[in-house]
Each structure stands twice: as structure tokens, then as C-alpha cells.
């Protein structure tokens, strides 16, 4: 719609919703472009030697024990204590079991 009294165009919602997709979009590719113009990053050298292929020892874990100074185990299946018999850490309170 053109306004005649002051010589301009009045902006209606169709207008607006059309010019602010444009700079939306406009916006968007900007945003967009320096990130793809990048090279792609390389990976930082590693600071040990390649010689070198020992894995780092594994941090001794300290046994777990009850108040009776007996070593259990945490139940994968339950959470409850499993203790040892034999060659087998048995839970006392699932039963579920396995061989060491």
C-alpha cells in the first residue's frame, strides 16, 4: 500500500515477515561461510615419543572391605556385596555369581 499523504510506503505484516526471512537468511549464510572456508584442523602432535609404546601402569585399587575386614565386591546386577568363595565372587543378595 502506498500512503499518500506522506509520500512513502506503509509496511504491512506480509512485508515484514517476507523482509525479516531475507535477513534471517542473509544472516544464516554469513554465519555459515568463514566457518567453511576453514581448513580442517589437524591433530596436535602427541608429546610423548613414538618409541615408546607401554601403556601407563594402572592405578592400584585398594579392596573394599566390611566392617568384618572381609574384601568384597559391588553386584553389577543389584548393588549389593559380593564376596568371594573360592575361585567364585558370589552376591548375597541377587545370587548372581561369576568365576575370577
Known amino acids: 500500500m502506498i500512503d499518500e499523504s506522506k ?19 542473509v544472516m544464516g549464510a554469513a554465519a555459515a561461510v568463514p566457518a567453511l572456508a576453514q581448513e580442517p584442523q589437524k591433530p596436535a602432535p602427541e608429546d610423548r615419543p613414538a618409541d615408546k609404546t607401554e601403556p601407563p601402569p594402572a592405578p592400584k585399587k585398594k579392596p573394599l572391605l566390611d566392617k568384618n ?32
Open 7 to 25: 509520500g512513502g510506503r506503509t509496511l504491512d505484516r506480509r512485508g515484514f515477515l517476507k523482509g525479516s526471512a531475507l535477513f534471517a537468511a
Open 69 to 100: 575386614g572381609r574384601e568384597y565386591r559391588v553386584c553389577d546386577m543389584c548393588g549389593g556385596n559380593m564376596y568371594k568363595q573360592d575361585n567364585t565372587w558370589t552376591c548375597e543378595q541377587c545370587g548372581y555369581s561369576y568365576e575370577e
